[in-house]
């Protein structure tokens, strides 16, 4: 009945995505969503980490927030919510989202405001991610 592929052919992927959207800017209306990105660069200008994420519907979403080793110890994961934070206030946002799988992520982002909205068991060996939110 149902053909089940390893790839997922691009244009079939636009097609759903663009269906999707569709449906839900039918059902809630448009979402406004754009996208925010705050690289964290090195003296020469290379990124090395930094926080991508989106605003839509009224919150951030937070994608990727990465701090690289030999710079972690700083704040600079603070400081980069904190940055993004101020933008979606911006925004007009009223919460942020973050999930993680990582336990010193967590705490970082609980020292931030951040509070457990859902948690997911045993998600890879024993882990589990956790959704955290954050009213703006």
Same mark, same amino acid.
């Given at each position: 009945?149902? =053909?089940?592929?390893?790839?997922? +052919? =691009? ?22 969503? !754009? +996208?925010?990105?705050? +690289? /964290? %660069?090195?003296? !020469? $200008?290379?990124?090395?980490?930094? /926080? ?10 937070? &994608?990727? /927030? ?5 710079? @972690?110890?700083? $704040? ?12 979606? @206030? %911006? @925004? $007009?946002? %009223? ?7 990582? +336990? ?7 020292? !931030? $405001? ?6 997911? =068991?045993?998600?890879? &060996?024993?882990h589990s991610i956790?959704?955290?939110? %954050?009213?703006l």
């Amino acid at each position: 009945m149902f =053909e089940v592929l390893d790839r997922v +052919p =691009e244009a079939d992927e636009a097609e759903l995505s663009k269906a999707l959207i569709a449906y839900n800017v039918e059902m809630l209306g448009a979402s406004h969503r !754009q +996208p925010l990105y705050i +690289p /964290l %660069k090195n003296a !020469q $200008g290379v990124v090395e980490g930094g /926080l991508v994420g989106a605003t839509a519907r009224g919150w951030l979403h937070v &994608d990727i /927030l990465f701090v690289p080793d030999a710079l @972690r110890g700083q $704040g600079l994961a603070a400081k980069l919510l904190l940055a993004a934070e101020d933008e979606a @206030r %911006k @925004r $007009g946002c %009223k919460g942020a989202l973050i999930d993680t799988a990582n +336990p010193v992520a967590r705490r970082i982002y609980a020292r !931030q $405001g951040y509070d457990i909205c859902g948690t997911l =068991e045993d998600y890879g &060996d024993g882990h589990s991610i956790t959704w955290m939110k %954050k009213m703006l």
